[in-house]
């Protein structure tokens, strides 16, 4: 028996024309993916012409990609969409009556994460501009991450209030989580597994049309709304766990006066049928838009759909440790300068301090959350001087960053590398150390780019992340 949602999706016929809302770093890529198919005519790419991020219409428009850091492809690809006529980026909402498909990318972060309530109202505002032009057949994809339950409950509520349509009979509705990390946007979208739930088969069958084409590696893999939102926010909150273990590791081993790479080299090097001993990388912290709110999604799913929880008595959540420990790392880097400076014959209260990194991850101008910012803080409430050194970074962050090396390192007691950029990793110790004009500076390394053993025999006071054999290297004099 036909469903009336087939009926109306029948009567529309196959996906052609596409509505992407929210053009930044999940939108814009997969509108040009979409814009790239041949199957599909149209895409419009929506973005509201705002002080703060109107700009990336006339960019996008122009074959420009208004995104900071390396890319590879996707400006290619958004100008050859945009110079075949596949792909139009605009400000007028009203298109959206014309889209057989309409996804939305648009953040959902936590104000405040101990209240586990979050920002909704820019999602909010993009489902009802939805609504307020929703037809029948239409299909519409959350791609946001979002707490589980909130597919089926405030998306689908705001829809048909706005459209007077009902959703599983008048239109479909799905999840679809993005799973992408910022430098490599375009290959994590074809290559990656998609994850599909509509809240009903119909639905589901609707939203593996549109996302199908697209991948070239990637398979689907279908499931319920919620269970897609569950998914989405565990990925993320397990990833942050395993940080949090490496992290939590280097700490001890910085305790214990061993390396935590040599370490984690050791215990990887266990393999065999039935044994996992993988293990990631310690850092000087997480930033960016996912790993820094997700657990929270998946701790606030399970508070207003689980009902009580059969928990350990008094036990917090392990997701919740791990965002302890991963918050902790830039008050640690904080100490690693401050006991630098210590052996250096400095005190951390008017010292001049060079931070290099400002993005949360490497060859990217993406500085969302990034763990830099809390470092500076502390460095600034100690009464040190603080520059920023960020090749990539140019939008308005709230502090100054540079672009000239020498100028941020110049009369620097102590050097702070907070980003893996790959020029970090090429830094010549005598050469710092002549710019920074000091016969014994500090050099702290948050992210293993460094080779201590050279700088420590230029002269320098090493400190780095998990580098115990090393924290306490000999000082002359």
């Known amino acids: 028996m036909t469903s009336l949602l087939q009926s109306q999706i029948d009567r529309r016929g196959s996906i052609r024309t596409i509505g992407v809302i929210g ?93 586990l309530i979050p920002d909704f109202r820019p999602l909010e505002e993009g489902l009802r501009q939805t ?24 998306a689908r509520e705001i829809l048909e209030e706005e459209s007077g349509l009902a ?105 065999g049928d039935g044994i996992t001993r993988a293990i990631l990388w310690p850092g000087a912290g997480v930033g960016g838009h996912c790993l820094t709110k997700d657990t929270w999604h998946l701790e606030r799913g399970a508070q207003m759909m689980g009902g009580d929880l059969d928990y350990p008595h008094g036990a917090d959540s392990i997701f919740g440790v791990a965002r302890a420990i991963n918050d902790f790392m830039p008050r640690h880097m ?51 001087t603080v520059t920023v050194h960020d090749p990539y970074v140019e939008d308005d962050v709230g502090i100054p960053v540079e672009t000239d090396f020498d100028q941020v390192l110049a009369g620097a007691d102590a050097v702070v590398v907070f980003t893996g950029h790959d020029c970090y990793a090429s830094l010549d110790p005598a050469r710092v150390k002549q710019v920074t004009g000091h016969s014994r500076p500090v050099i702290v390394d948050g992210r293993n780019v460094l080779d201590p053993d050279a700088f420590i025999a230029a002269g320098f006071v090493y400190k780095g992340i998990g580098r115990g054999d090393k924290n306490s290297h000999p000082v002359d004099g």
């Open 23 to 115: 053009m930044g770093y999940v939108g814009i890529p997969a509108a040009v993916l979409f814009a790239d198919v041949p199957q599909f005519a149209k895409v419009y790419g929506f973005q509201r012409a705002s002080p703060s991020s109107g700009y990336k219409i006339e960019m996008l428009n122009g074959g420009k990609l208004p995104l900071k850091g390396e890319e590879p492809g996707l400006e290619d690809l958004i100008k050859k969409t945009v110079d075949a006529g596949t792909f139009h980026c605009t400000a007028d909402f009203s298109k959206i009556a014309d889209c057989d498909a309409v996804t939305l990318a648009i953040q959902t972060p936590f104000a405040n994460p101990k209240d």
């Open 131 to 154: 609504g307020r032009y929703l037809a029948e057949g239409t299909l519409v994809v959350l791609e946001s991450t979002i707490t589980p339950g909130t597919t089926t409950g405030m």
């Open 167 to 271: 959703a599983g009979v008048d239109f479909a509705l799905a999840h679809a989580p993005e799973r992408v990390m910022v430098g490599r946007l375009l290959k994590n979208i074809r290559e990656h597994d998609r994850i599909v739930g509509g809240i009903d088969d119909v639905s589901t069958r609707r939203a593996i049309e549109l996302y199908a084409p697209v991948l070239t590696l990637g398979r689907i893999i279908p499931m319920t709304a919620t269970a897609a939102e569950v998914t989405k926010t565990a990925e993320n909150a397990l990833r942050d766990l395993q940080i949090a273990a490496a992290n939590q590791l280097a700490l001890h081993c910085e305790a214990m006066g061993v390396n935590v790479y040599d370490v984690r080299a050791g215990v990887d090097s266990l393999k």
């Open 334 to 384: 904080a100490a690693l300068t401050e006991a630098g400076l210590e052996r250096a014959g400095k005190s951390l209260a008017g010292a001049k301090v060079a931070l290099l990194g400002w993005a949360f991850i490497k060859n990217s101008g993406d500085a969302r959350n990034t763990p830099a910012e809390p470092f500076y803080d502390l460095m600034q409430e100690a009464g040190a």
